[in-house]
Every structure is written in C-alpha cells, then in structure tokens.
C-alpha cells in the first residue's frame, strides 16, 4: 500500500491520526507558513555600527561581533549575534553569500602556555614581517624588521618573545633550516626543549600562525592599500596585535589569546581600538579610568 500511494509508514499513521481527530478536512494539505513572524529587527543605529566597523577593519562577521558587543555592553543594551552581523553585511551587499563545503579536521594543541611557539615570516608593503604565536593560547606577537637576514630574525624574534620557552615550531626557509647556524644559537639560547620543523608540502602544520597572520594582512590590506609607509604599517601591526590578544575571543578555546596566556587580558583594548580607528562618533568610549 505504502508503494501505491508513494507515502512512508510515519506519513501514513499521521494521516491516519488526522481523519480520526478531524475527518476529510484532516486529509487536506496544509500550509507550511509559520504561525508566527519574527519581527525583533536589527536597531538601525546598531547596523551602522556594524557597518561602519567593517568599513575601518575589514573584518568577519564574528570579529565585528566582538567590537560592536563591546560597545552595546557600555550602554547596557543586549548583544548581538554573529549570524546577525554577517545577515547585515549581506543585506548591504558587503559580501557574497557562498556555500561552502565544511570539513571538519580534528584541533591539536600544546598543553600549555609556552611549551610551544610557531614562527614564520610573512611580507607586505615589500617588508617581510615578523610573526611568532604561542599554540597553546593563540597569543600572537608581530613586528617589521627591516631585512630577512639571518640575524634580523633572530633579533626579531628575541625582541617578539623575550623570555624562554620550550619548544619552537618554523617552516624549512632558509632562516630556519638545520644548517643554520644563527638559528641554532639561538635555539640553544632561548629553547628549553627542542627545534620542530613543518613537514614539507604540508602547510597545516603552521595553520595557527597561518590564521594569524592572514588576519593580520587583510587588516593591513583595508587600512593602508599598497602603502609602503613604515610608521603606518608598525602602527597597525601594533593596533591588530593588541586587538586579537585581548578582544578576540576564540571558538576553539572559548578564551581571549591573553587571558589564556597570562591568565588575564586588558580591559582598555576596546578603547585604544576605537581611538585608533577613529571611530569615537560612532562607537561609545568607556569611562575615564575604565
């Protein structure tokens, strides 16, 4: 019977169920229009807001969360999601709804604070810039050094990460291969465990640092263009850098870079974010001395 009707067994014992309790009206098709309609829209002052902070930054719907929440808690009003922040940014053409194919890789990280920190060298405006990320907590450091040399590497990274640490994770560049004898010194200087190399052809290896850092550059890429000016780009290194330390908050931690790495972030990031934005009209500043 199932076969001639075209119905599954749970479809059948509902229809059934239907003519018992309404009769022949309980066997016509009904509409599937919900019964109620939503209508808490978006405050329009809260979607500038997000606009506007997209337009300085460049960033994604869960970073522009972040900021935009920031602010709502200083007025004391209800935060908002990140769906609702990319739903804005579609309904304004900001970007280009895609379906794309999730797959899911299982995260490994060290245990603590420390025991591990990946390094890489990126480029922008033609200078190479200097990224260092402690695996455990996502704390990230970044700074302009001036050439690619062996030895401005290793001063970078010394001034990046002053202090000892166990294990260090870089790629197979020149400035961190096994031959490398500057690199080596400062293993035996700054390292309590041991020097880790990336496999070969395997970028995943490094795809903290790798986040990190195309973060970094699209920030880069929205504020400056193609600029090639010094002072500008280690001024928005340094303003990303304080942001995604302490106002980030990571979805596979649950936990701002800082606050897992130092046990607690800084509070006045939102302020010195806005300020150096120049977003002090659109965004409420906290209290002085908050």
Known sequence: MRAMIGRSKRQLQRLVRRFREEGIAGLRFKSKRPHTIPRNKVPPDI?????????????????????????????SRRPITDTTCYNILARNDLVVAERRTMKRYRSFEWGHPDELIQCDITEFGGFPILTMQDDHSREGWAGRIDGATDDMVVDGMTCLHPHVYEN??????????????????????????????????HPQTLGKLSAFQKGLKRFLVHRLGRSTDKDAIDECIRVYVDWHNNGLKVRTTGCHPEERYSGERDPRWYGRLVKALKLGWMLPLPAQGG
């Open 47 to 75: 979607e500038q807001r997000v606009i506007e902070v997209r337009s300085a930054t460049g960033f994604g719907s869960d970073q522009l969360a972040a900021i935009v929440n920031e602010s709502l808690s200083l007025e």
């Open 168 to 201: 260090l994770l870089t790629d197979n560049g020149k400035q961190f291969c096994r031959m490398n004898s500057t690199m080596r010194k400062y293993c035996e200087r700054h390292l309590t465990g041991k020097h880790i190399w990336s496999s070969v052809h």
